[in-house]
């Protein structure tokens, strides 16, 4: 008698304590799916102040006319931009490029401005005779980007952007394909203020669809 | 007598004294305190996503990769920062909290902002991943991974 006892007492000691995991088991997912992530196919490069990356130096402020200066003779020299990501097993990816400026450069004379330009042999840009320019077929159309030298920075407005489009991607194979070269002009106008003036420029690549090297042609 | 009455009324038998009874549920109670603490902060899922990065070895070259198999930088000079974005999503029926670590050899270059946060039910967060490449840093190619935890919130 004393035996069956002790065994009921365990078995609903048991039972209940069973009942009472069950009940605190977590609930199964209404969804299959579980978390995701998700990755943009957008990239971007800064560039901050104070780093060796385009340097104008000294303006004189004692002339009577506008300062400029710019990388078209490569001092200081331009910015190169690559689109890589092609690899033996997937293509690479046709990008547009977007440059901007920050709003720290705070010019405080009007006619104090950043200017840049794509130097590219077809595409008749007013920067592009003064050295070696960018292959045309570095764009998997015909070039329809900066034509000339583009504002990104004018006294003391707000900053703008400035769009390059239909960058292909570059390969082992293709030294020169896929690349190009960004010159940067700045003008101090007379009234300009003592001091450094710097900016951050940001290089963003977006994706715009596969790159097929056998057709030329970039597909969504 | 009534001593030898009380003991026997306050015991399961000679085997199984009331101080030891008292001793197994103290500690049946502090496993079962343990395991739900131990499960309610747990991190019960993670997805992890390879980085890469090459630094340049010439300070004004920037090269992009916009894959999405990975987290590519692409190829960064020194002193610059390269950045990502991607989303996170929730697709369980219930809130759940969600922290971003990273490892590898890129760790401590590497920011995701925000890095913690909880996301609820069909909820998705935009997570910027930066990586600030110091000035002294050795062109070569770098490499690391994002690990992205989730867990159950309770309330």
């Known amino acids: 008698m004393t035996v069956v ?47 060796e990356t385009v340097f ?27 689109n890589d990501g092609v690899n033996d097993t997937k293509p690479g990816q046709c990008v547009n490029i977007t440059i901007a400026a920050s709003n720290d450069l705070a010019f405080a004379d009007d006619y104090s401005n950043m200017t840049i330009c794509v130097p590219i042999d077809a595409g008749g840009t007013d920067c592009g005779t003064r050295r070696a320019p960018a292959l045309a077929n ?37 030294v020169q394909g896929g690349t190009f070269l ?39 | 007598m009534k001593t030898l009455v009380a003991k026997k009324r306050l015991s399961f038998g000679r085997k199984f004294p ?17 395991l739900i603490f131990a499960y309610a902060h747990a991190w019960d899922e993670e997805v992890r996503v390879a980085m890469h990065l090459n630094v340049s070895d010439n300070a004004r070259t920037m090269g992009f990769n916009v894959g999405t198999d990975a987290l590519w930088f692409g190829r960064v000079p020194p002193g610059a920062a390269g950045s990502r974005d991607l989303t996170v999503a929730n697709h369980f029926a219930y809130p759940r909290d969600v922290e971003i670590r990273a490892e ?22 935009i997570v910027d991943v930066s990586v600030e490449v110091p000035r002294n840093a050795t062109p070569a190619e770098y ?9 159950r919130q309770f309330p």
């Open chain 1, 182 to 220: 960004i010159d940067v002009n700045t003008t101090i106008g007379i009234n300009e203020s003592i001091g450094y003036h710097n900016v951050t420029l940001t290089v963003t690549a977006t994706a715009t669809g596969n790159w097929n090297s056998g057709t030329n042609i970039c597909k969504l």
């Open chain 2, 143 to 151: 490499d690391g991974t994002l690990i992205i935890l989730f867990r």
């Open chain 1, 56 to 82: 104008f130096a000294n303006f004189g402020r004692s002339g009577t006319r506008n300062r400029t200066n710019d990388t078209t003779d490569d001092s200081p020299l331009p910015f190169a931009i690559e």
């Open chain 1, 138 to 174: 570095s764009f998997y159309n015909t070039y329809n980007g900066i034509t000339s030298w583009t504002t990104i920075r004018n006294g003391r407005s707000a900053p703008a952007t400035a769009d390059i489009y239909g960058l292909r991607p570059r390969n082992s194979s293709d």
């Open chain 2, 18 to 34: 009331i101080r030891t009874a008292a001793a197994i549920v103290l500690c049946l109670g502090i496993i079962a305190t343990s």
């Open chain 2, 104 to 125: 590898g050899n890129i760790t401590q270059w590497i920011t995701a902002a925000p890095s913690s946060f909880s996301l609820n039910p069909n909820e998705g967060q």
């Open chain 1, 5 to 51: 006892s002790k065994l009921s007492l365990y078995s609903l000691a048991f039972i209940a304590l069973f009942c009472a995991w069950t009940a605190t088991l977590p609930q199964e997912p209404q969804h299959t799916k579980q978390a995701s992530v998700t990755l943009f196919a957008v990239t971007s490069i800064r560039f901050y102040p104070g780093y």
